[in-house]
């Protein structure tokens, strides 16, 4: 009896925790580091959606093009704050994991107390020479580049010499 309280218990909490992200009718949505990328079904396109695990990697890359993709602020709840896709740069990282990267153009920074930036984190993504995505807020003269708020409400800078569109 107490087994099964227990387990019902989890059951019940599992599905509360998971409710909270609202999806707003996505088929697909990824979590990245510092954006929530959500991928809406064309209507001009009449596609099946490959089941379960069917729908990630190369197979969904396959049919990337039936879909409207959209971004927004990664804040680990609704995420409902969309990001203009004019507001979405690239960059092309170097083949190093988070642990070997020593290219400093390829870290995020924050301000420290005296205006000065200082490494917050390595970029890297799954493939680690992937292109990626970067919400850029706003960019400014001296080469720096603010990233939208993040969820721990941090804000973030990149250098704008390895952007691109």
């Known amino acids: 009896m107490i087994k099964t309280t227990i387990l019902v218990l989890m059951a019940l909490i599992f599905l509360i925790g998971c409710s909270d992200i609202n999806f707003m009718g996505a088929k697909k949505y990824i979590d990245h580091t510092t954006y929530v990328e959500r ?11 490959p089941q379960g695990t069917e729908f990630y ?6 049919i990337k093009d039936k879909f ?3 971004y927004y602020i990664s ?3 609704d995420s ?7 507001d979405m740069w690239k960059v092309k990282l170097n083949g190093k994991s988070r642990n070997e990267q020593d290219d ?5 920074y ?7 930036f200082v490494k917050s984190g390595a970029m890297y993504g799954p ?3 992937e292109v990626k995505g970067m919400p850029i807020k706003e960019c400014y003269d001296g080469g720096w580049c603010e990233l939208y708020q993040d969820y721990h409400n941090r804000i973030l800078y990149v250098k704008k010499s390895i952007l691109y569109q």
Not at 57 to 62: F, H
Not at 104 to 108: A, E, R, V
Request: proline share 4%.
């Open 68 to 70: 409207i993709i959209k």
């Open 80 to 86: 409902t704050i969309e990001i203009p896709l004019k």
């Open 75 to 77: 804040d680990k709840g």
């Open 57 to 62: 990697g190369a197979s969904a890359n396959k």
């Open 104 to 108: 400093d153009n390829l870290f995020y």
């Open 39 to 49: 991928w809406f079904l064309n209507p001009d396109y009449d596609v099946t959606i």
């Open 110 to 116: 924050e301000k420290n107390s005296d205006g000065l």
């Open 127 to 129: 493939a680690y020479e």
